[in-house]
Structures are given as structure tokens and as C-alpha cells.
């Protein structure tokens, strides 16, 4: 059958239309399933070689990387996935050029406030934090060829670029082990990402701009530093929450709650990377079936939701002798927590299907206002259950947050899509 042709847009039959958003689906889901591997094996080796205590120093690491992570998210490549998914090859390639250019100019200058900060505070905490501003270039650089490749619809190249990645921690993590240390394994981590971001070049045939990153951080203000915002407060809420524990329960706790994460390690990570798939496909359902969007974000939330549960279902099954095969010592800790952590990934899971639908619709208000909520809560409900009941307390505080947080974000949704309805009835009816 003949493709129809719209205008400038060409319209695949349903059936095509149907089994492209398939394949690129697998192809995320191939692409999360190997950033998920690769983050539980780093963290299970990282706990197993170094302990409670340093697990919890290279935890802190990790939850600063999720900051930085998301700064650049918002003001690079959130709004490449907003509007660049699905355009032309060309359109594409100039705004992938100069997106990733804003995503190693972050990385270089946040790495540079990392290194002095570090250095400023020393100790062992210190110098993981040093050590982790010389590698956020690579780490974020890798980060953005992901999203290029999605908003592309070339979610096999995503795919490999992670496995490369993970190909290069294997001798990266076994000289890290032989140095020992958390900076070395900081280094290791980071340098392996590093390795995947010149791949990402190679793939992509692109070299990123750093002279078009102003121009582009400029041009998308009014969706970047909304989403900046929303990105920060999220992550911000994560380190918030694990500074706070540490304070007021001791840093040993930061590695417990990191190693009750970990069991939940794939859907963490399917999380995190979710824009990645779900905006790209949600931009395309919104531009192709409007009417669709609520139902496709709604399959998207449950879906994920349920299987966090079955998840979490299955590791209570676990026995003991396993656990500590595969955690060591932080295993007994973690395992009391897998009830409460998988509560708060399944509503978070919930939450990310109503936040895909309203990055489609650009609806950069109403998601902030969703996120800063959401981070209030999350930050409230994870400290004031540490102060009362501990490290326990802490994860169903957490829990009762992100399941509560769930609700205003599909709110929202509900509200934008309403409003969206409106605006075109009122387009079609103005001559």
C-alpha cells in the first residue's frame, strides 16, 4: 500500500505506523536493558569491593552525577527530543550538532565547579567528587548521542553505544579493583563513558559545536530552562535525600537505600533513561493520533508499574544466601527495604507515562509545577521518615511521596490534554 501524503508529512497505513513504534519501542527497551546491566554490575562490584561506608561515598558521587545529568538534559537535549523527533535528516543532524555541543560545554564547565569543589572539601568524599568533575564531559557527551539517536528513530544505535560502553567498564572496573579506592572506580566509570562518546561521533558522523551551544540554549529558552528546573529538582530532591540520611542516620545508610535501589536496578534505570523512548514516542503519537496520547501514556505508566511489582515481588523470594552472593554485607540491610523501594518505583513508574504525554505537548508549566511538588514531597517524605524511624522510615516515607506525587502528575496531564483539545477546536473554527 501506497504511503498517503499530507502536506509536507507523509502518512505510513496503521499496520506500518504500528510496527515502527514497535521497533523502536525494542530498541529502547534493548537500549535501557543494557544501561540497566551495566548499573547494577557496576554497583554490585563497586559494594562487594569496597563496603558499607565507601559504597555510600561513591553513592554520593553517583547521586551528583544524577544533578548534573539532568542540568544538561534540560538545557540540551529535552527540547531536541521535543522538537526534533521524526523531522528530516538534515533539520536533525544541525540541531543534534549543536545539542550535543551544549552537553559537553556543561559537562566541562560543571566538571570544573565539581574539581574545586572537591578539592575544597577533601577527605575521601572530596576526591571522588574531583574525580568525577574530570570525567562528566564523556559522561554527558555519551549521554546526549542516546538521546540524538532516538529523536532520530535510530534507537539500534542507542543501543549499541551502550553496549560499548558497558564492553569498556569490564577492564576499566578490574584495574579500578586492582587500585583500589572509590576514586579509582569513579574514573573507571566515568573513562568507559568517555569511550562510548567518541563512538557516538563515529556513529553519528557528527562532531559536536560548542561555538552553536549558546545559540541553541538561547533558541529553546522557553522550553530548556522550564525543563532545567523540573530536571534539577528532581535530582536535587535524590541528592537531598541522601545527604539528609547521611546526616541524621550516618553515610552507611546512603549505601543501604543505594543497595535496596540496585535490586531494583532495571526499572531504576528504565526510569531515568525513559524520555529517551517515551517523549520522542509520545511527540510522534500527539503529531499522528492526538486522541491517542492519554491511552498510549497510560499503557506506558501501568505497564511499568506492574512490572516493578512483580519485580519487587519476586526479590522478596529471594534467599538470603544469594542475596549476600551478589551484594555481600549490604545485602541484610538492603533486603528489609525491597517492600517500601518497590512501592516507590512502581509509582514512579506510574508518574513517568503522564510526564511522557505532557513533554509531547510541551506543556512545560504544568510539568514543572508537577516536579517541583513531586520533589517537596519526595524530600519531605524521605527525611521526616528518617528522623522518625531511620533508614526504614526514610524508604516509606519515600514510597507514600512518590505514589502521592503520581496523582497530581496525571492530574495535570488530564488538564493539558483538555486544553490541547480546545486549542485545536478553536484553530479549525478560526478562518
Not at 537535549?77 to 526534533?84: A, E, K, S, W, Y
Not at 579509582?184 to 561555538?211: D, K, M
Not at 524511624?389 to 497530581?408: D, E, F, I, K, L
Request: glycine fraction near 16%; hydrophobic fraction near 50%; charged fraction near 10%.
Amino acid at each position: 500500500m501506497t504511503p498517503v501524503t499530507t502536506g509536507g508529512e507523509t502518512t505510513a497505513p496503521a499496520g506500518s505506523a504500528r510496527r515502527g513504534v514497535l521497533g523502536r519501542l525494542s530498541w529502547g527497551l534493548a537500549d535501557q536493558a543494557a544501561s540497566s546491566m551495566s548499573n547494577f554490575v557496576v554497583g554490585v562490584y563497586v559494594a562487594r569491593t569496597l563496603g558499607v561506608s565507601a559504597f555510600g561515598v561513591f553513592s554520593l558521587a553517583w547521586v551528583t552525577y544524577g544533578v548534573v545529568l539532568n542540568v544538561s538534559r534540560g538545557v540540551a537535549t529535552d527540547p531536541l527530543v521535543v522538537r526534533f523527533s521524526g523531522v528530516p535528516d538534515a533539520s536533525w543532524r544541525g540541531a543534534a550538532a549543536r545539542s550535543s555541543g551544549a552537553a559537553l560545554g556543561s559537562g566541562a564547565a560543571l566538571g570544573a565547579a565539581c574539581v574545586v569543589a572537591g578539592l575544597a572539601l577533601g577527605g575521601r568524599v572530596g576526591t571522588a567528587f574531583a574525580c568525577l568533575g574530570v570525567v562528566l564531559p564523556g559522561l554527558l557527551l555519551q549521554d546526549a548521542w542516546r538521546f540524538a539517536f532516538f529523536a532520530a528513530g535510530a534507537g539500534r544505535k542507542a543501543f549499541v553505544n551502550d553496549v560499548v560502553w558497558g564492553v569498556a567498564l569490564v577492564p576499566a572496573m578490574v584495574a579500578a579493583a586492582r587500585v583500589g579506592g572509590v576514586s579509582a572506580f569513579v574514573l573507571a566509570w566515568g573513562g568507559s563513558a568517555a569511550v562510548a562518546a567518541a563512538y557516538g561521533c563515529f556513529q553519528s558522523g557528527i562532531r559536536p559545536r560548542l561555538s552553536g551551544a549558546r545559540a541553541w540554549v538561547r533558541e529553546h529558552r522557553d522550553l530548556g530552562y522550564r525543563y532545567l528546573v523540573e530536571n534539577v529538582a528532581n535530582s536535587g530532591a535524590s541528592q537531598l535525600r541522601a545527604y539528609g540520611l547521611g546526616v541524621i542516620v550516618g553515610v552507611g545508610a546512603v549505601g543501604v537505600v543505594r543497595g535496596a535501589e540496585l535490586l531494583l536496578g532495571p526499572f531504576l534505570a528504565l526510569l531515568m533513561g525513559l524520555s529517551l523512548v517515551t517523549v520522542a514516542e509520545a511527540a510522534r503519537v500527539l503529531r499522528r493520533a492526538p486522541h491517542r496520547l492519554g491511552g498510549f501514556c497510560l499503557l506506558l505508566g501501568g505497564g511499568q508499574a506492574v512490572a516493578a511489582l512483580l519485580w519487587g515481588g519476586a526479590l522478596l523470594l529471594v534467599p538470603d544466601r544469594l542475596g549476600e552472593a551478589v551484594l555481600g554485607g549490604v545485602w541484610s540491610a538492603a533486603a528489609e527495604l525491597v517492600v517500601p523501594v518497590t512501592l516507590g518505583v512502581a509509582g514512579a513508574g506510574l508518574g513517568t507515562g503522564a510526564a511522557a504525554g505532557l513533554r509531547a505537548l510541551g506543556a512545560a508549566r504544568r510539568s514543572l509545577r508537577s516536579q517541583l511538588i513531586a520533589s517537596v514531597c519526595y524530600v519531605t517524605g524521605g527525611l521526616g521518615g528518617a528522623a522518625a524511624a531511620g533508614t526504614a522510615g526514610s524508604a516509606w516515607g519515600v514510597a507514600a511521596a512518590t505514589v502521592c506525587s503520581s496523582a497530581v502528575w496525571w492530574l495535570q496531564l488530564r488538564s493539558a490534554l483538555r486544553e490541547h483539545h480546545q486549542n485545536t477546536i478553536r484553530e479549525v473554527r478560526t478562518p
